[in-house]
């Protein structure tokens, strides 16, 4: 890939581009029409469009990185022993995982075919989640003057929760938590950096008024492990003296003056002692997690099909069973990552996903810690990408979700700009 300069209105053309390419893939609010009774998901388009493009240029540049083929071949296993609990979600996903696996590929071959820039591609990311952000706040100003725009769960949890350009507020939260992450590491080259700060404050407003336990979470632990492995003892301890003579009474501060329902969002213990206080959504998780596990044990070796968690959860017999009556956490990925890892496609399946966690993570670290000081930002970011989807999988397997395959996308090609730097360099 030759190092070409840009003119400028061609740059902006491109990030414009980039703006309502990721604006596409990772907003899942709003579908395509086709025809009259017929929609599908913009991200579906964009993958056949993808597709189309490749065949068109006849173009393949592989991504050196097969553990994403292995990972959709170990979800065969189930169907060579039989095992199959529900073939219709299991055919779900089989597709979806395949278009998933494409779109990788394809989008990798279409940014470098591009040359897009990385700064342009991490600024799109930026301002789409500003203007997520942004949206998700002023939903909230809206509904505290009786106006409803995009805002649920007040009435089961007692705190509103904002949706956005998504379908769920979970979303929401975990993509504006991730752009949290991005602003972070704004660098001076920017188009964004004079306005770094009201950036990452709007983000850091929108992610806790979100009241997104896992996202906030999420961020938390991706920084303290930034901080950990690739800061030095100096640097940590400066910021660690400030966090307490600033950060701690600010907490204590905002302790004090939040709404009891807020507080109770937080409070993991009470929440667990009385299900009715967050309509049950530790509880559910917690049935699924149980069912999960028998279930595991049923097949440990060849799984029950990927997508099969998600016909249990609705299964009358089955929510008897595991919840009394009430729900359990659905979804075709189920809970936890490595659990519905093993339920799908038994030990060898979570040996795989565990591999290519792995291979992902220390990559990631690795690049950020060793590659080239003008694109740092970039890695630094996309190591803590990893390790933030990797924690929201934890309490909701959003694995499969658009955005987690533009952040693996953005990883093949940063480090291809990275490798390609080096080579340049010897």
Known sequence: MKNITTPPLLRKKQFIFLVLFFGLIIFD???????????????????FLLLGWMASKRILIPIHFGYFVLWYASLFIPLLFGSVLS????LVILTG???????????????????FKLIDMFDAIVWLGLICAIV?????????????????????????????????????AMFVG??????????????????????????????ITSFGRTAILGVIVAFVLYKISLQSF???????????????PIIFLALLLAPESVITRFDIFSNLENPELDAGAINSRLFAINMTLDFIQQNPFSGNGAGS?????????????YAYGGGINSGRGGTNIFLTALFDAGIFGLLVLMLLLWKLIFTSYWYARFGQAEISYFLKFIFLGNIYFLVECQANNMIRMPICWINLTLFCYATLVSRQAWQKCM
């Open 29 to 47: 609010g709003y579908r395509i029409m086709v025809g009259t009774t017929f929609s599908i998901k913009p991200f579906l388009l964009i993958c």
């Open 87 to 90: 073939w219709s979600q299991y």
């Open 97 to 115: 995982h395949a278009l998933l696996t494409v779109f990788l590929l394809s989008a990798y071959n279409f940014v470098i075919y591009k040359q």
């Open 136 to 172: 998700g706040i002023l939903q909230l100003l809206l509904f505290a003057v009786g106006i409803n725009i995009g805002v649920s769960h007040f009435d089961d949890i007692g705190v509103p929760r904002a949706e956005s350009f998504f379908s769920e507020t979970d979303w929401h």
């Open 178 to 207: 991730y752009c949290l992450l991005a602003a972070y590491f704004i660098p001076p080259h920017s188009r964004f950096y004079a306005h770094k700060k009201y950036i990452l404050w709007t983000l850091a407003i929108a992610l």
């Open 234 to 248: 100096q640097q940590n301890l400066s910021q660690l003296i400030r966090f307490c003579v600033v950060g701690i």
């Open 309 to 321: 968690l998600n016909y249990l959860a609705y299964n009358e017999e089955i929510r008897q069973k």
